[in-house]
């Protein structure tokens, strides 16, 4: 008996694999099992490569997965487009169409025996049972509940609901399908037990939800009332959901002309007193840059979520990358401090939106939440989340002595100012985008330029103070260590258990604050470290270079970075851990020495 | 249309300490006391109003008005006007700017905005030229019109802004002058007044770098009242006729004025959270959206 | 130049008066402005130039306002400053940047004619006889007014002839 499980399957987009996917998902969560499922297509609107990874475990899932247990190719040409997506090993059992005509021994996998090889008539099979060829995807789900015992009753519940509502007739059709896939699978059996264990948790409530939907909900929840986008993948269902939701809870949302009028309208409602928010990716974001800058100049509180995908220019639409780490920072000309925060997982981008808004709203400032096409669209079963231990933070508004001579850029203790809204009496104002003084009116002068920028740079002061923003797991006074943020810190926290259930002694930072780059919590983190790896997938090894513009780094902090849609595997991580540890023991004569 | 004498407002109540860093001579001085009156007639409380520009000249307008302003960037000012107006409907919001920034950087707004019909004023004071980097071709100079950046003379065909508003079916679309304040005034409070999106044109002269013939002297040449030609401004088509005149005559008043004013998009805004917010769980509970069972 | 809502055959003594006193305070908060836009543009000669109009304007603003609040004392005001565009007000178009105090004169003694129009031309249509004497005695006074700034001109050394602008420095770009 297994307790976890990695199926990963690629067909055509006509081969509904994703369907399937959902549906196992699904099932599997409504048994009580944990589970994470991630799609990845190629760039055709219909009938294009596609594929899907899901886990589902008896433990919380960290990530999707390494290496795949079950690899499911409904055509080769399809799945091998996916390579280092859809990873096949000698633990690997594989099943295909065997219309494919491809011998058992002859599979098109370059330098691997999997475990075992099996090819099923899958559209045969589909065609003789529901009438129709297009049935293949529950054939492969009836095949899926016979081998490893996931999904059995709860998918074809899933489907007849889904189905429901068409006709009985199709219903019908689909239980045969089904069925004759659990056939198959019992008639032909595996050889080692890959069945998963009864989840621990049946009947247990939970959550099933992708990143972006998760965002959205998250920002309703914080008191978000606008939102202006335009849409993009692949952020564009964080728009869709507030298009479902947004107006029961008197707010409102535009899909503007274009980005940059997004993003405008979304500062325009944030100048008038509401909290307001965007979503885009990459070229979304290049055109956004001047209306962040505005917003900093301004000092208006606004949340701009960046679902990243593989960039230069269009890139890969559809596919994930951390490469706009430098644009979130640093995009929009003069000398600002932009606060980056990064979730790691559909369940922590729930708090994570949550952070942004308090920290947008309480320092006066844009903030970025740098998602990922991964976490954006990967489906993740949840425990519930109780909302009410979470703080909402609102903008400090004047108060009646404040108005009795209102400057709304008034230097304070902390740089914070009151601030008004239209509406408000006594507060009128002009925010603008050229420099001003305290009461907002335009300046030219140095001298004024000089202490604004002070009062907007330092005001962030505090924030690079919170260690709240940070995971530390691991010895933390381990020589080895991990960083890692986005979705690749999910590879990494599965590297850190494997590599210290080998014995290695190493830990693990995920900061969730990307920018401004808390230096202190770096400089502690990196007192005990002699070796270690950024792992990102950046081919520029974009954070590397952050913190090496901001800190002094351990000399044996390397890069482990690459392009977007080349994932990482905790097992090559801990390969990578392994090989730094022998350096360190070479060079130290196989003692370890703490470093001069 | 008589003033009333008992107003809470008077224009100077809409006047900030604020000097405007203008040209003397300039047209926009005369657009901005015209915008005052207008306010005044209307009578608002200034912390009512936000009053929106992006880059220009003539963008410096919010910050010389006790409004809310909001000095933005170059051809944004209506993208985020409408953000304020569906964010917060109560509100009277006016844009405003020159030439360049809605016809040019900014041209690809006005048409969604119109669509959307979103109340909001925009006033746009059209001198045909970019004055506040020094003189460059703008999207309304006249072919053939020499400036630093067509010194040989201009081989572009000019925006026609009234066309360009009526064809995408503004609701109130009109033209004003500092030729004559009283008309302008009277022009921006009824376009402030229509209930949607309205547009006014405002031929404001170039003291520094507008041709000879488009300053006051020229202007009040060319220009002809509308009403006084008997325009009917009910009549979209006759509108569009009299607008294709634009750069050869100075037409003063309303082009047009839809007599059935189309629902705005904020009042649409507000039917629908009334309706939708009626069974809505509270927002602490909006994560039961997902759970499965 | 022009009024609004108006009704002139109506136009009772008092009013007439208020009206007089708006059209005056019109014209000293004008070249109030003209001076500040001179300031703001180093032209300090027209700044002072407009200064001593905008008190001019003021004292006889305040000359009328004394007399009607010695024959109507605080009864309402039926007239607006919204009711009047430019009257006795320089046009905004008159000012330039570095303009010398010919100009600013020329651009006063213009906007005295044009206040000197605007009683004649609304004359005919008034029916009360003291608000007819008034308008005539205020028609008779822009002519004083134009005969003060003339004298003022008539003290200046004559202009170049030369343009300002081929010595000033160019615009800024902005």
Redesign the interface.
Known sequence: MRKDLVFGMAGSGGDGIVSAGDSLL?AA??EGYHGVMTKSFGSQIRGGESSCRVRISTEPVLNPGGNLDVAVALNWEDFLKFGAELPVAGSTVVIYEAATGVPENQIPLVGVTPLQVIAVPIAEMAKSTAGTERAKNTVVLGLIAGWFGIGGEAVMKGISKKLAKKSQELVDANQKAFDAGVVFAKTHPLKADMTVEPSKTKGA?????DGN??CA?AA??A?C??F?GYPITPSTEIMQFFTS?V??????V?Q???E???I???????????K?MTATSGPGLSLKS??M??ASI?ELPLVIVDVQRGGPSTGLPTKTEQSDFFAAAFSAHGDVIRPVLAPTSVADI?RITVEAFNIAEYYQTPVIVLSDQEIASRKET?D??D??QFKIVNRLLPTGSDLQDYKRFKQTENHISPI???????????????EHVESG??TNSGSVHARMNDKRIRKFDPLKERKDLFEITGNPDAPLALIAWGSVAGVCREALQMAREQGLDVKLMVPYLLYPVAEQTYRDFFASVQKGLVVEQSHLAQTFKVLRMHLDLPKGLQSLARSGANPFLPGEIVAALHHLLSELQRSHEGKLQPQE | MSANATCEFQAKDYKSDLKPIWCPGCGDYSVVQGIYRALAAIGRPPHEVAFISGIGCSSRIPGYTTAYGFNTVHGRALPIAQGIKLANPDLMVLAAGGDGDGFSIGGGHIAHLIRRNIDITYLVMDNQIYGLTKGQLSPTSQKGRTTCTSPYGSLENPVNPLLYVLAYGAGFVAQASPTDLAGMAAIIEEAIRFPGFAFVNIQSPCVTYGEEAQQIKGLKAISENLSSLGHNPADRLAAMDLAQHYGEKLHLGVFYRNPEPAPTYDALIRERQAALSKDAPPKERILDLFIKK | MTTRGIDFKALSLKDALDLAVLIEQEAKERYEEFAAQMDQHRTPDAARFFRYMALNEAKHGEALAARRAELFGAAPSAVTRAMIFDIEAPDYDAARAFMSPRQAMTAALASEVKAHTFFVEALPALKDADVKALFEELRDEEVEHQDLVKAELAKLPPDSGLSDEDFVDGPTAQ
Do not use: C, N
Not at chain 1, 205 to 209: A, C, G, N, R
Not at chain 1, 264 to 274: C, D, I, N, T
């Open positions: 699904q969560s409504a409530v939970k959550l099933l939800t939907d998760m909900a309703i929840f008191g009332q606008f202006g939701h107006w029961k809870y008197g707010g409102a535009l503007a002309e274009d940059i009028a997004g405008g309208a979304a500062v325009g409602a944030s100048f008038a007193g509401r307001a001047e209306m800058g505005l301004a729930f949840l519930p989340i909302t009410s008004s809204h239209p509406g408000m009496l006594g507060g009128t104002y002009l925010a603008s985008g050229i009116a335009p």
